[in-house]
């Protein structure tokens, strides 16, 4: 059968192109006689897999030299231990904005190292909105402030960078490589793969040089980004099947054009899909216009008892992983990169007719 469109929010599509050259390299990695996944990380072969993806992604993102790229274990989650860990140095605290129910979760976590103040939260809103930035509640000795540009449950995305005085840490596990981002306004930067890079077991961070070598004394080695930095990414196994095929994916992201020729479809693909779901009397986003996302889209039918037959009909038309987060329910489209713009148009089509039968 041929492949579904899949609206998965993580792990999440590949790009069909990324799939077949894996499938194609699987057994024989270009003559090598063994797989990518049965070599040594120091081989001279796979490090120059890894050299070559570390360079397509600094290239992507156009990232200086004042910044290192690490590829890490643990998932965006062990970010929210590491950040405290290795950023906090001398201070006791760290500022953290509250959008939705990541940054819950790195809000909880940090609170185990240091004090937290929430600068501003939009949990009354029911997380429908980003806290408008003049109400922010900076304080003064914090070591770092924390957000999450695209809250990927509740569909909320930033469409602006915040300007502060401490160094800026943003969680962009579903919306990086999306478009265009002027790295050199963070401090770090740290993006779970399997929504918009590659498989689950990578995460990328991307850190300024200045704010290594802070770590407490009582950080595991394996959570210090000094020691993974002084040893490119190498200092006990990495992830090796997931950073070559993320080496894929950046290739593939560069021959579409790289980050502003994707953001351009990703604008088109988002833009078509909130203006049916704004136009029909059936369909609703609780989302602020101004603050919706561009790559998770939740949506609510006009009769809940509809949701599962909506998602079965779905599944039969071959439009996978609909169903909303556990926590939310309802439902949601992501629509990262690799789901191409035909997706949309077949999701709005099924959309459509659901509506005439159901509505
Ligand atoms: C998926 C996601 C996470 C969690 O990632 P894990 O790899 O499962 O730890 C954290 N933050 C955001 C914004 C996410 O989308």
Redesign the pocket.
């Known amino acids: 059968m041929a492949r579904a469109y899949n609206f998965c929010?993580?792990p999440a599509a590949l790009p069909d192109d990324v799939l077949i050259q894996a499938q194609e390299e699987m057994s024989d990695w270009r003559g090598v006689g063994t797989s990518v996944m049965e070599m040594s990380h120091r081989s001279k072969e796979f490090v120059s897999i890894a050299n070559e993806a570390t360079q397509d992604f600094r290239d992507l993102l156009s990232i200086s030299d004042d910044y290192e790229v690490l590829f890490l274990q643990?998932?965006?989650?062990?970010?929210?231990s590491m950040i405290p860990l290795n950023l906090l140095g001398d201070h006791s605290s760290a500022d953290y904005v509250n959008t939705g129910q990541?940054s819950k979760?790195?809000i909880a976590e940090a609170k185990r190292y240091c004090d937290v103040n929430v600068v501003a939260s939009s949990e009354n809103e029911n997380f429908s909105t980003v806290p408008s930035f003049e109400q922010w509640n900076l304080s003064k000795n914090a070591a770092y402030l924390h957000y999450?540009p695209?809250?990927?449950?509740g569909g909320v995305e930033f469409d602006y960078i915040p300007e502060v005085d401490v160094p800026l840490v943003a969680?962009?596990?579903?919306s990086i490589l999306s478009g265009p981002l002027d790295v050199s306004k963070f401090g770090l930067i740290y993006a779970?793969?399997?929504?918009n890079i590659g498989p689950?077991g990578l995460?990328l961070v991307i850190v300024r040089k200045d704010l290594l070598g802070k770590a407490k004394d009582f950080t595991p080695a394996v959570f210090n980004y000094d020691v993974h930095a002084k040893a490119s990414s190498m200092n006990n196994t990495p992830p090796t099947y997931s950073w070559y095929l993320a080496g894929l994916v950046f290739k593939w992201l560069k021959k579409q054009g790289g980050v502003s020729a994707i953001a351009e479809v990703n604008k088109r693909k988002a833009s078509k899909l909130y203006s049916f779901i704004d136009e029909s009397g059936f369909y609703g986003n609780p989302v602020e216009p101004r603050y919706r996302s561009g790559m998770n889209v939740p949506f609510t039918l006009a009769d809940e008892a509809l949701e599962s037959v909506f998602l079965k009909k779905a599944d039969e038309a071959r439009l996978l992983n609909l169903a909303g987060h556990r926590s939310v329910g309802g439902m949601r489209a992501s629509i990262y990169n690799a789901v191409p713009e035909s997706a949309v148009d077949a999701l709005i089509g099924f959309m459509a007719n659901f509506e005439k039968e159901h509505g």
């Open positions: 929010a993580g643990g998932g965006a989650s062990a970010q929210f990541w979760k790195a999450t695209n809250e990927t449950i969680d962009y596990s579903s779970g793969a399997q929504k689950a995460t």
